[in-house]
């Protein structure tokens, strides 16, 4: 059996169309599966909240609403790219540096705070234009408009359902 086909896809994609990044999902869904399972205070060593950022995706009738939280990242570590099928967030949270450290032999008691890279694939389902998309980014919430073309919105129509 191929790989592909084991991969759960939105309801976004084509068929016949190859996913890209399908081991991205695949470990996006493991990922939710730990927190979901286990919860988010028990997920395994390695896999940071960061890692899989949380997104709301709402569909309107002119565009694509993405909203993804991304607390303690600044704007210039932050990677939008179109890739074929979606869009791919990617970006890193970089560690601050400590430099008022008083005593050498001092230490975290707690260390619960997530740094490093993350990545997201977002399929969208329909071909995108770069100059339809719009992206803001305020107070750790990153904002993506992705506008759909006049054809995708024109393809909207509803079927009456007729008696039997």
Do not use: C, W
């Not at 071909?127 to 992705?146: N, S, T, W």
Request: net charge negative; no cysteine; glycine share 6%.
């Amino acid at each position: 059996m191929r790989t592909q086909n084991l991969v759960p896809f939105s309801n976004g994609f084509r068929l016949g169309r190859r996913a890209p990044l399908a081991s991205t999902f695949l470990n996006q869904d493991i990922n939710r599966l730990f927190e979901e399972f286990l919860g988010t205070d028990m997920v395994p060593v390695g896999v940071s909240a960061i890692a899989n950022p949380k997104v709301d995706i709402k569909d309107t009738k002119k565009a694509l609403k993405i909203t993804a939280e991304l607390p303690g990242v600044d704007e210039d570590d932050i990677d939008i790219e179109l890739v074929d099928g979606g869009i791919l967030l990617r970006g890193e949270k970089v560690r601050e540096k400590e430099e008022d450290s008083d005593d050498e032999e001092s230490g975290y008691h707690l260390y619960e705070r997530s740094y490093g890279a993350f990545s997201r694939f977002i399929p969208v389902p329909f071909d995108v234009d770069e100059d339809m998309v719009e992206a803001r980014f305020k107070r750790g919430v990153l904002h993506i408009d992705v506008h759909k073309p006049e054809t995708v919105s024109r393809k909207t129509r509803k079927i009456a359902i007729k008696s039997s």
